[in-house]
């Protein structure tokens, strides 16, 4: 790494250190940590606002920057006394430099992802937790290189078993395009996300997951490895959690992908029943 970019990492790292002192509160109760074991569960009743940021670099061809900031919030609807349908939304915004050869800097809104979830609202006999829905890919990006131009949509699903502190899990979803600019190339991509965390009594949660995609017309994998630790406090009434990680790139495409490691900076507002 770049001394500049090593200030960058180190910069984010003390800014989420310092978050984590400063927002630090007593909570160790089992309902805090059950609080802050439902952020693991991608279908928990439980309305939350995750702003997740992303920092990459050598991304694309022209072996640039992107800062990327997803808003994701998760919001649940009971829909009999059995089911819930599960609205998990993921709207980017983008900024990047150097990313595409001669097109310089690159801000503004990226495609969005929205999954739908339905899921039983009590876990299966065996403990586990499962949800299936549709997946859409809406071209919502505010520039032609921030986003595919393309409409798409397919199958989505998540599964996971939560035993005392530790959640186990993995959710995946296909996306194919319908529609959209003919020009642009074609969206056949696989998602897979598994997943392991370990919250304690005192509400921090270890986090190691992945987050890949293959694209199955170039035949390539982005498999970033993530680790991340995050806390549960509150402001006032108001619950939330905080924290960060590092990200490393296992494997990404040549002319596209980002290489070596990331930062991840995570707050997320929670709206329990």
């Not at 959209?180 to 009594?201: A, C, E, K, V």
Request: hydrophobic share 35%; aromatic share 12%; proline share 7%.
């Amino acid at each position: 790494m770049g001394g500049a970019t090593t200030q960058r990492l180190v910069s984010f790292h003390t800014a989420a250190v310092t978050c984590l002192v400063f927002t630090y509160s007593p909570m160790s109760s089992a309902d805090d940590q059950e609080l802050a074991k439902k952020l693991s569960n991608p279908v928990a009743s439980l309305i939350s606002v995750p702003f997740q940021l992303n920092y990459d670099e050598d991304v694309g061809a022209g072996n640039g920057e992107r800062f990327q900031l997803n808003i994701q919030p998760v919001i649940p609807f009971g829909i009999s006394k059995d089911w819930n349908l599960i609205s998990r939304t993921i709207f980017p915004i983008v900024s990047q430099n150097d990313v595409v050869p001669s097109e310089g800097s690159q801000f503004g809104t990226g495609d969005t992802v929205q999954s739908l979830f339905f899921s039983p609202k009590a876990p299966t006999a065996s403990g586990l937790i499962w949800g299936v829905g549709p997946v859409f890919l809406l071209p919502t990006a505010s520039e032609n290189t921030l986003g595919s131009e393309k409409w798409g949509a397919g199958p989505t699903g998540v599964v996971l078993r939560q035993s005392g502190p530790w959640t186990v899990g993995m959710l995946a979803n296909h996306i194919w395009d319908y529609a959209g600019d003919s020009h642009r190339n074609d969206i056949n991509s696989t998602f897979l996300q598994p997943f392991t965390s370990y919250t304690t009594p005192a509400a921090w949660t270890y986090t190691v997951n992945s987050e890949s995609t293959y694209d199955w017309e170039a035949n390539q994998w982005s498999a970033p490895v993530n680790f991340q630790i995050t806390k549960l406090t509150s402001l006032g009434s108001q619950p939330f959690s905080v924290g960060g990680g590092l990200r490393y790139w296992v494997e990404s495409p040549d002319d596209s992908g980002p290489d070596g490691w990331g930062v991840r900076l995570i707050a997320t507002l929670l709206f329990p029943e």
